[in-house]
């Protein structure tokens, strides 16, 4: 079946830029997840929701990050007045529970400029 | 703090020479340890889901095993292909926390 997937692949923005980011999970997959990889770095959590429900943004690193999930499938990730230190790989995850093992989509490679 | 090391940070083999990567946690009340394979330019492939100490998974050259403070990912007769960075990542309990703590990986290299 299929995977999880994200578009677009690749994103270049300038400095002060809005950008959205957005990720299909597996049908069915109650939870889905977002993280920010730097390079060399591993991936570190911004927000988790089930279903419709965002039930921790803790790792949201500023105001200017949003995530919606408004049906309980599709999810964006918006940020707003993009800076040079939010470029990073943005990557989705979804679960059928959130105990379960998280399954990654290919992610999003961001270079704010 | 929870935290999650990774050893080493990058290790090269050569084709049939087994080794082992460690990954301790100083996690308290660990719901899961999971292992992934990362290549470049791609999203993390789950390889192991591990949940209580003493427990073992295995697939093809790869078999990981925990305890209560680390785990290991033991390679048996690596080949090239095996070369990606391999991550480790606990989920703990802690009410509706659901998020993956993340090592900072290993980079394997595996030459022929």
């Known amino acids: 079946g299929a995977g999880v997937s994200q578009s677009p692949r690749y994103k270049v923005a300038k400095r002060g830029q809005d950008v959205a980011l957005r990720c299909d999970p597996i049908?069915?997959?109650?939870?889905l997840f977002w993280y920010q990889q730097a390079l060399g770095q591993g991936p570190e959590f911004l927000t988790y929701?089930?279903?419709?429900?965002?039930?921790?943004k803790s790792g949201l690193p500023s105001d200017r990050f949003f995530a919606e999930r408004p049906e309980g499938s599709v999810s964006t990730l918006k940020i707003q007045r993009t800076q040079q230190e939010d470029s990073a790989v943005y990557l989705c995850?979804?679960?059928?529970?959130?105990?379960?093992?998280?399954?990654f989509g290919p992610g999003t490679r961001l270079l704010v400029l | 703090e929870d935290q999650v090391t990774q050893s080493p940070e990058a290790l090269r083999l050569q084709e049939g020479e087994s080794s082992s990567l460690n990954c301790s946690y100083t996690?308290?009340?660990?719901?899961?340890l999971f292992w992934y394979r990362q290549d470049p330019g791609k999203g993390p492939e789950f390889l192991f889901t591990?949940?209580?100490?003493?427990e073992e998974k295995e697939k093809e050259r790869l078999k990981a095993t925990l305890t209560k403070k680390e785990s290991f990912l033991h390679i048996t007769a690596p080949k090239p292909e095996d070369s990606a960075t391999y991550l480790c990542?606990?989920?703990?309990?802690?009410?509706?926390?659901?998020?993956?703590?993340w090592g900072l990986g290993t980079s394997l290299a595996v030459n022929p």
């Open positions: 049908s069915g997959h109650v939870s």
């Open positions: 996690v308290s009340g660990l719901r899961g």
């Open positions: 591990l949940y209580s100490a003493g």
């Open positions: 995850a979804s679960s059928f529970t959130g105990d379960e093992t998280q399954y």
């Open positions: 929701f089930q279903n419709e429900a965002q039930l921790d």
């Open positions: 990542a606990v989920q703990f309990n802690a009410g509706n926390n659901r998020k993956l703590i």
